[in-house]
């Protein structure tokens, strides 16, 4: 199967996904709230939907790497991919939510606080792209 195929059945998956949530569970699927709801858990984190949805994020790579061994190369520095993680959530903390929660969950609901986000968010990251490229390198 050709690339978009896979980016089209990606995307398709993840709209199922999100939209199980939300009819499910009557909240919106980002993942940086899910992750908050199981940061400290008690007894009743490991039957939460918010549990089971961050665990198959996890598992779901795993299993498809077991079918398919996509060739991934990795050229950024180990402490630059730290760091940069630490900047994400940092941002995550700041915007009020993550990219999914913004970007597919709250563009979808047509949420103007997600519009912003979303801008924002993808205009830091077309910036960054164009200065490590460009500019500094």
């Given at each position: 199967m050709s690339n978009i195929v896979y980016a089209f059945l990606g995307g398709l998956l993840l709209g199922i996904a999100t939209v199980g949530y939300?009819?499910?569970?009557?909240?919106?699927?980002?993942?940086?709230?899910?992750l908050a709801q199981i940061i400290n858990p008690t007894k009743e984190t490991f039957k939460s939907s918010a549990f089971w949805f961050i665990a198959g994020l996890v598992i779901t790579p795993f299993i498809y790497g077991y079918f398919y061994q996509p060739e991934i190369e990795i050229k950024a520095n180990t402490y630059a991919l730290i760091l940069a993680?630490?900047?994400?959530?940092?941002?995550?903390?700041l915007g009020s939510g993550c990219t999914s929660g913004h970007g597919i969950c709250g563009?979808?609901?047509l949420s103007k606080r997600s519009m912003i986000a979303t801008a924002v968010f993808m205009f830091a990251g077309?910036?960054?792209?164009?200065?490590?490229r460009h500019v500094l390198g």
């Open positions: 939300l009819y499910i569970n009557g909240r919106v699927a980002g993942i940086s709230g899910l993680g630490l900047i994400v959530g940092f941002g995550t903390r563009m979808s609901r077309m910036l960054t792209v164009y200065i490590i």
